[in-house]
């Protein structure tokens, strides 16, 4: 258990995964956490269910947190930092998850705090997610420590320089999206080739998930296990081809790349 207080302003599908991540490990006590969340209904919902403090504004959180992070939405982000402006001193250290939003834009608007950057993703609602972060100018060794054992209780931590930010939201930002169509779309085809639907969603996740795990603990390369299932003239091997021919790498490809350029939009405030 540490020592610090933890604020959180936007108590959605990420401030809340990543609260309940914090609890869970006990890294800090809920009575230690401070939300402010505009949905009143939500934010009594999460202080009830969690027992974490409820903040009516982002001045009287900075007051009492030294360590705060933002996830509301990037178009959210400078009208808050604007409130947060004139609160914060060289005592604050402010974690953003916001997509695209750089460190550059968030460090002007706060001039005395030390800011990190980080992207995390929604596998962080049970343990599972993977984040990656990026210091800015003023943030120290400790704060990387802070950020590092924050998210590490949501998951697994990598460290970048921010020009692969993007990128890193293309790939495991926006990446589980992108495994849920997939499933979907496989738990259809089942249905379609007759399966009920619980026994086709069954075996569709656990294939995903088993399929995962064996790369993973395997440390093979995902061709040598593809090779592993596809049987000369077999099935499989009937299925990678429409694969190939309806170019799926290509598409998945240009999948992340539309959405590491979003990203870059975003962070060049265009709507
Ligand atoms: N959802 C995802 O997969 C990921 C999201 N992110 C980033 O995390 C941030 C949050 O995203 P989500 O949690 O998905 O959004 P969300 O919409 O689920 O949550 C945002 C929360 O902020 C609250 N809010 C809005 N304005 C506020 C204000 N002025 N003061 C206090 N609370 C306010 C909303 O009521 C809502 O509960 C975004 O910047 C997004 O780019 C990063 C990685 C993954
Ligand atoms: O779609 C988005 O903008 C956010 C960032 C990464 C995942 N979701």
Not at 65 to 94: M, R
Not at 168 to 183: C, D, E, L, N
Not at 193 to 217: F, H, I, Q, S, Y
Request: aromatic share 4%.
């Amino acid at each position: 258990m540490v020592m610090f207080k933890l604020g959180v302003i936007g108590g959605g599908a990420m401030g809340a995964a990543l609260i309940g991540g914090v609890i869970r490990n006990g890294l800090i006590s809920a009575d230690k956490i401070g939300l402010v969340e505009v949905d009143q209904p939500r934010g009594q919902a999460l202080q009830s269910n969690l027992g974490i403090q409820l903040f009516s504004s982002v001045a009287s959180m900075a007051a009492e947190c030294q360590t705060i992070i933002l996830a509301i939405k990037p178009i959210q982000l400078f009208a808050i930092l604007t409130e947060l402006g004139t609160q914060l001193c060289e005592k604050h250290l402010v974690i953003s998850i916001a997509a695209g939003v750089p460190l550059a834009a968030m460090e002007n608007s706060l001039p005395q705090a030390r800011i990190v950057r980080v992207m995390p993703n929604t596998p962080a609602r049970i343990g599972k997610g993977v984040s990656a972060y990026c210091l800015g100018q003023r943030a120290s060794g400790t704060d990387a420590e802070k950020v590092e054992a924050i998210f590490g209780c949501v998951g697994k931590v990598l460290r970048v320089s921010e020009d692969k930010l993007d990128a890193v939201t293309a790939v495991s930002g926006s990446g589980p999206a992108y495994v849920y169509y997939f499933i979907d779309a496989l738990i259809n085809a089942g249905v379609y080739l007759g399966l009920p639907r619980k026994d086709a969603a069954v075996l569709a996740t656990e294939t995903v998930l088993g399929a995962a795990e064996l790369l993973k603990n395997s440390g093979e390369h995902p061709r040598q296990l593809m090779n592993e299932v596809t049987s000369p003239g077999g099935t499989t091997a009937a299925a990678l081809f429409e694969f190939e021919k309806a170019g799926f790498a290509g598409l998945v490809m240009q999948a992340a790349i539309a959405a590491a350029e979003r990203s870059r939009e975003i962070g060049k405030g265009i709507r």
